[in-house]
């Protein structure tokens, strides 16, 4: 089971606990995948910005 295959379960475990139930494998699955989507994308955000900060403070 990959990484994206266990957030999709706990996913849809966290999500039939407070009552949602119509989430389905595929569903939560493209979300996981997302979810990791935006994560890198925050990643690169917060690396450019680091990578900026340092370029202004060596100036």
């Keep these: 089971m990959g ?3 266990i957030v999709a379960k ?3 475990d966290e999500l ?3 009552g949602i139930r119509s989430l389905t494998r595929e569903e939560s ?3 996981a995948a997302r979810i990791f989507e935006r994560i890198t994308d925050l990643e690169l955000e917060l690396a450019a910005r680091d990578f ?3 370029s202004r403070d060596r100036n």
């Design 29 to 31: 699955e493209r979300i």
């Design 3 to 5: 990484i994206r295959s």
């Design 52 to 54: 900026a900060a340092m």
């Design 16 to 18: 039939t606990s407070v």
């Design 10 to 12: 706990i996913l849809r």
